[in-house]
């Protein structure tokens, strides 16, 4: 089942998430429907804030870049094999010199900015049977990992843009929250009017 992504502006993006067990109410299904909310909006990743749900949980399948001939083909090959459910996530390291991206967020449609972050990350985390892992990731495989372990901290990507971007972008991000703006999938803005 498609979720409905909630947009910027929610007190939800805001909160730190908290960590969850194996007995989490239908987590199965719950990881089911973001996959399918995340393909549904052509997203690279969805953390589950964006749904509503203030736990440290994300995924992340970078297949949609590897047809990005930008990139080298080893790096092409790697991003069209990653797919992979965060739970329970703790980024240890973060290491080497920062580089921008031009980033964007499903909760913040159509805007898009360059975000500067480290480039090789150290990652504790847990998969959907609750075994941990600890393992290293570097390039856009980090930089999209980052970007949904922001949402689980209560951080989004606008938040590290300078003030100068920030009063900027101001007036769109409160059309984001009120609904201004054309979609082609589903959404729930925070400061959208009953009335019509
Ligand atoms: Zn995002």
Excluded at 52 to 59: D, N, T
Aim: net charge negative; proline share 4%.
């Amino acid at each position: 089942m498609i979720l409905p992504i909630v947009a910027y502006g929610d007190a939800v993006l805001k909160k730190k998430a908290i960590a969850i067990d194996k007995d989490y109410p239908k987590l199965n299904e719950l990881i089911d429907n973001m996959y399918e909310t995340m393909y549904g909006a052509y997203g690279v990743g969805l953390a589950a804030p964006q749904i509503g749900l203030a736990i440290r949980m994300f995924m992340v399948d970078t297949s949609p870049f590897a047809e990005d001939e930008s990139f080298s083909e080893e790096e092409q090959e790697k991003l069209k094999n990653f797919k992979k459910t965060f739970i329970n996530a703790q980024i240890l390291e973060e290491v080497g010199e920062e580089w921008a991206f031009n980033e964007g967020c499903l909760s913040i449609p159509d805007v898009r900015e360059d975000v500067f972050r480290r480039p090789t990350i150290k990652i504790e985390y847990q998969d959907e049977n609750f075994e941990t892992h600890v393992e290293e990731y570097d390039g856009l495989i980090a930089r999209v990992i980052q970007h949904e372990y922001d949402h689980i901290e209560g951080v989004l990507f606008t938040d590290k843009l300078s003030s100068f971007k920030k009063r900027l972008l101001k007036g769109r991000l409160t059309n984001i929250a009120k609904g201004k703006i054309k979609i082609d999938y589903r959404m729930r803005f925070p400061l959208m009017s009953k009335k019509r």
